[in-house]
């Protein structure tokens, strides 16, 4: 704390937060990117991190459906604990054509329109890509705010991939939260997107700051 002129003071409190689950399973939906800029090491290390993902969270309870796209966008998997047939999905993706945020938003519709919402399971979309959208665009943006409208308990994280240090506002548009990773950070916010956002009812401890002077 320090004073930045006579009768107007500064205080800089760092608060650290743990990692809070809103229930106790989460459904994860993940939507990959599969146009052809992920060809290479982004897509084989998407495949290797994404396997490690579905190893952690399948044996805890949790569900986890699968969307690529790329001119398009197609269900490959929906919801399953079936940690083999997820991976073997994975393994198996391929890359080409250009990038359709807008399709892989309506598959989102068509996997949760038979979807059961339980009040132990929070329900996650994964977003993840390494290119801005090229086709269908913008009408992504209103089906962002369709899914937000008829699925209210739906959390939509963003991972911007190999895609530069600052959120762009193509990805947040259609997104909840955002994430900037590269192929050495991967890892980490895979698991940081397949969390569904809670809040904190309250802030814990407290901080007495004393002046003297002017």
């Not at 939906?29 to 897509?43: A, H, P």
């Not at 590269?182 to 997107?193: I, T, V």
């Amino acid at each position: 704390a320090y004073w930045l002129s006579k009768n107007k003071a500064r205080n800089n409190i760092k608060i650290d937060t743990l990692e809070k689950n809103k229930a106790d399973y989460t459904d994860v939906i993940l939507v990959l990117d599969t146009s052809g800029s992920m060809l290479g090491s982004k897509l084989t290390l998407v495949q290797n991190d994404i396997n490690n993902l579905i190893n952690d969270t399948i044996p805890k309870g949790n569900k986890v459906a699968l969307i690529t796209f790329n001119d398009t966008a197609t269900i490959i998997n929906d919801f399953t604990d079936d940690a083999s047939l997820l991976q073997e999905s994975i393994n198996n993706l391929t890359v080409s054509g250009e990038t359709n945020y807008y399709q892989a938003l309506v598959k989102v519709d068509d996997i949760l329109s038979t979807y059961e919402k339980l009040d132990n399971r929070d329900c996650v979309v994964l977003f993840l890509t390494d290119g801005l959208p090229t086709i269908d665009t913008p009408n992504e943006v209103s089906q962002y705010k369709y899914l937000k409208s008829k699925y209210s308990y739906l959390d939509i994280n963003g991972i911007q991939y190999e895609l530069g240090d600052n959120i762009l506002a193509s990805i947040k548009n259609i997104t909840d939260t955002q994430y900037i990773a590269s192929q050495d950070s991967l890892n980490e916010f895979l698991y940081k997107a397949s969390l569904a956002t809670a809040t904190y009812d309250e802030l814990t401890g407290a901080a007495t700051v004393s002046f003297t002077g002017s």
